[in-house]
């Protein structure tokens, strides 16, 4: 009877000899495992210590005595082979249990040894309370150290998938947890502006993360617990580090065996799966295989490549010819509320085989933003600059990551283009992605650069060589007060057509907005109007993601040993309270389109008083920090942020704080009217500073355009409305909108405005019709007197959009409001 034997009996191992007896009923099938346990999941160990899995035993996919009754496999648990004989088709077997050892024969041999995790010689490294994680017996080892010692603190050394679901479950856990990480980024099979997202995550959720900072040493704690001791001599304090540093392949068994190791020591195989011995197979975590888009040797330790290698191995070992095409590597990994995702090469790997690409980023959400529950998600493709081949692909979003990035590992697997991630008919309704889904969108966006339709600029290139173009910041004023690039103009987009003379023809032109929509749109017009541009990919959102430094400060230990870690374990930051009456407005952001919530937010405090509360619900993930931006800039207050499954919950507090109003003995009102009576250039813009300097905090602001000042809201280009004749001689000598209005001094014929305008210009001040759309865009209100409009023939299609027309009971009404009245 022919035998096979499997060495390891969890992934690799147990798939094999599964599938080997689905092909060969007569086979004798022996799996040998050096631990306790067969066919584990290894895979949720983190979610068991942090207690998501419940139940220990789930962990255990099968057992010996199933294995048996089901397959008729004879699984020998703590049974380690120490040597394999393969001239003679033998191994040596030693009996962990009972110490002694045996010679087994065999006809064809499978290993699936695995890999065992990576541990640094430094000082202290077998201090208690170091671990690492691979096995139950070591996640029990944790487990137990963490309650018999009533663990508060713990030190993660690497920000792999491993390091971050642990960081995760450890806070799960009530432990306060910082990430170690020598690179300047977790997860590097991410590029870095993706992977600066779950930064931002990690941070967000109260853990430190120091990253560029290595392991160089653990020590005994002076008080307790264990110091770890960083390559740039900072300390950090754990009652429990846990090493999560990489894997390194279990091959010594093969190297005795004379079987042949790569480079680092994994063993080579065929697309068969076959070693350098034809009767000797391996898969899994020891083995090196191919990369299917590079098609260079790749050694990827993963559970789904470990599974199909194992069925095509045991088909071979049977005789059937099976082929393991290689590897994508393609992976996933839940960081708190957030997932990331990647398939194929990313952009170190292809720089470093030298492969020309291209990229492209997109911001979108899981399913179309009017059906609740939409969440962002960003996508990044890697594609060839010839044809478009898909090289790679990363996304990184709440819910629907799963989804997407299979989609794309599938069109890898094809060897599809992104022409062809435009034609790809996917499923759509409400609930589920969108009419054109966010991979459609990926292949729109990388085509357009392809078909020349848009010019790309990355993030990387414009925080190197930002200097070599014009920076055209085309979001709203508000998006704009939330920060903005030092010397980029602002010319929001729905004004773009009527200002493009404002554009130095010789620049090119940088178009960013938040995500990359309007920016597109923007730039098409710039470039169908003669002039040089191209978009930022990904918007302000990846830039920001990219360049914004790490929030974490230096942990130096206090007193107490307390390091700066954050206390937000229940993912509630509290700031303030407002008073017990504040009637509270809720507002729903959740998946809001481009520009996003904090327009929402803006529009609606314009309608609720000061001292309530607006209750927003977003889903977007930046709005945590434009909350706290915005807020910061417009005077009114962030009572509260707190994130819920993907949904962040901000509590504003509009205006001045309620206790000082209550402590008022009258009620301080938040309002100030102006009377606009001069037609002059330089009253004018006092006016409009004053506006909108009082609406940027927080108040209400109103102006009430008399007389001359009525000049100011003239269109330049008014419609040709009937008058009579004095009605039409006024129209032609006062001056038609804000761009004509003159100094009251120093006018010089003209000259002298022209010169105070370059001046302006030079100094990247607003215009004055500038400074008017940025008011009418922050609520300010401005009133046309009715009764100057009469006795100048003035009608109100001749007034710029959004004028309302009054008479002097509604200045007055106004004034009763405010606590200051201007008169200009
Ligand atoms: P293993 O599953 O490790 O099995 C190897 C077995 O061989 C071991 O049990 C070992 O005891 C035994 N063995 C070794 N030498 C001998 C010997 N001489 N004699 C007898 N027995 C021996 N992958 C994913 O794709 N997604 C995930 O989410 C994911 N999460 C993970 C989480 C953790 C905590 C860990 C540790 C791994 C995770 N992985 C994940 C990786 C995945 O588990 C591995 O890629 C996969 O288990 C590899 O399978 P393998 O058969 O090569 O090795």
């Known amino acids: ?101 045996y010679t087994l024969s065999y006809d064809k041999l499978l290993l699936s040894p695995g ?106 704690g002076e008080a307790r617990g264990l110091d770890v001791i960083l390559g740039s001599g900072r300390r950090v304090r754990g009652d429990l580090v846990l090493l999560a540093l990489g894997v390194r392949p279990e091959s010594e068994l093969a190297r005795l065996a004379g079987l042949a190791l ?150 890898l697997s094809s060897e599809l283009s992104v022409h062809d991630l435009e034609e790809l008919e996917l499923a759509y ?42 920076i055209l910041d085309v979001r709203s004023a508000a ?12 010319i929001p987009n729905t004004e773009i057509r009527q200002r493009l003379g404002e ?19 923007v730039e098409r017009i710039l470039r169908q109007a003669g002039l040089k541009a191209a978009m930022l990919a990904g918007g302000w959102d990846t830039y920001l993601a990219a360049t ?25 930051v509290a700031l303030a309270e407002p008073a017990a009456a504040a009637s509270v407005v809720e507002l729903d952001a959740c998946g809001l389109q481009c520009p996003g919530p904090i327009m929402a937010v803006y529009q609606r405090m314009q309608t609720i008083e000061a001292g309530a509360v607006l209750q927003v619900t977003a889903s977007d993930p930046g709005f945590r920090r434009d909350a706290a931006a915005w807020c910061e800039r417009t005077g009114n207050r962030l009572l509260s942020i707190e994130s819920d499954d993907g949904r962040i919950v901000a509590r504003i507090l509009k205006g001045a704080p309620t206790q000082v109003a209550a402590a008022s003995p009258t009620p301080v009102s938040n309002s100030k009217t102006m009377v606009v009576f001069s037609g002059e250039m330089d009253k004018a813009l006092a006016a409009f500073v004053i506006a909108n300097g009082a609406a940027a905090m927080g108040q209400q602001v109103t102006l009430f355009f008399t007389f001359w000042g009525l000049n100011a809201l003239r269109k330049p280009q008014g419609p040709r409305v009937p008058k009579n004749l004095v009605e039409r001689m006024f129209g032609w000598m006062l001056p038609k909108g804000a761009n004509r209005l003159k100094l009251s001094q120093l006018n010089m014929g003209g000259l002298g405005t022209q010169m105070m305008k370059a001046v302006m210009r030079s100094k990247r001040i607003d215009s004055l019709p500038e400074m008017m759309a940025k008011a009418q865009e922050q609520g300010v209100r401005l009133i046309a007197c009715q009764m100057s409009m009469d006795m100048m023939g003035i009608k109100p299609e001749e007034l710029i959009d959004g004028v309302e027309i009054g008479g002097v009971a509604t200045f007055i009404n106004e004034t009763d409001r405010g606590n200051a009245s201007l008169f200009i």
């Open 1 to 101: 009877m022919t035998r096979y034997v499997v060495v390891g009996g969890v992934a690799g191992g147990a798939t094999a000899a599964a599938r080997l007896r689905r092909l060969r009923e007569d086979a004798e099938i022996v799996v040998l495992e050096r631990g306790p346990y067969v066919s584990f999941a290894n895979c949720g160990l983190p979610y068991c210590i942090g207690g998501v899995i419940q139940d220990r035993d789930a962990l255990l996919v099968s057992t010996p005595e199933k294995l048996k009754a089901e397959f008729d496999i004879d699984v020998r648990t703590r049974h380690e082979v120490v040597a394999v004989r393969a001239g003679d088709h033998e191994i040596d077997v030693r009996d962990l249990t009972s110490g002694s050892t």
């Open 262 to 411: 790569g480079p680092r020591g994994h063993i080579v195989v065929d697309s068969s799966m076959r070693t350098s011995d034809p009767d000797i197979y391996a898969v899994g975590d020891a083995v090196q295989t191919y990369h299917r888009v590079t098609g260079q040797p790749c050694a990827i330790p993963l559970a789904g490549p470990a599974n199909r290698q194992a069925r095509v191995a045991a088909d071979n070992m049977v005789g059937r010819g099976s082929v393991y095409p290689g590897t994508l590597g393609t992976s996933i990994v839940q960081v708190f509320e957030r997932t990331a995702a990647c398939t194929g090469a990313n952009s170190d790997m292809l720089t470093r085989e030298g492969l020309p690409f291209l990229t492209h980023t997109i911001h979108s959400h899981d399913h179309v933003g009017y059906y609740p529950g939409a969440t962002p998600i960003t996508i990044k493709v890697l594609y060839a600059p010839e044809g478009g081949r898909l090289l790679g692909a990363q996304v990184v979003g709440t819910n629907g990551v799963d989804r997407t990035i299979d989609v794309l590992a599938t069109a």
């Open 115 to 220: 890999a065992k995790p990576f541990v640094p010689p430094v000082p202290g490294i077998d201090l208690e309370g170091v671990f690492t994680l691979r096995t139950i017996p070591d996640m029990d080892r944790i487990k137990q150290h963490i309650d018999e010692v009533g663990a508060q603190e713990s030190v993660v050394v690497g920000g792999g998938f491993i390091g971050l679901e642990m960081a995760e479950n450890l806070q799960r856990r009530g432990l306060r947890v910082t990430v170690v990480e020598l690179l300047p980024q977790v997860m590097t099979a991410l590029d870095y502006e993706m992977a600066a997202m779950l930064h931002a995550e990690v941070e967000d959720h109260g853990v430190q993360l120091i990253l560029g900072d290595g392991l160089a040493s653990i020590a005994q």
């Open 479 to 490: 998006e704009w007060e939330i920060g903005h690039l030092e010397g980029a103009v602002h």
């Open 503 to 521: 554009l130095d023809a010789s620049k090119t032109w940088v178009c960013i907005c938040r995500i990359g929509r309007r920016a597109y749109v």
């Open 429 to 470: 309704a409400p609930p589920f992605g969108a009419a054109k889904d966010p991979v459609n969108l990926v292949g729109f966006a990388a085509t357009n650069r392809l078909r020349d339709d848009s010019q790309v600029v990355t993030w990387e290139s414009l925080a190197k060589n930002g200097d070599q173009y014009g």
């Open 548 to 572: 914004s430094p790490l929030s974490t400060k230096e942990g130096t230990m206090d007193a107490d040993g307390g390091d700066g870690r954050q206390e937000t374990l229940a993912q509630t």
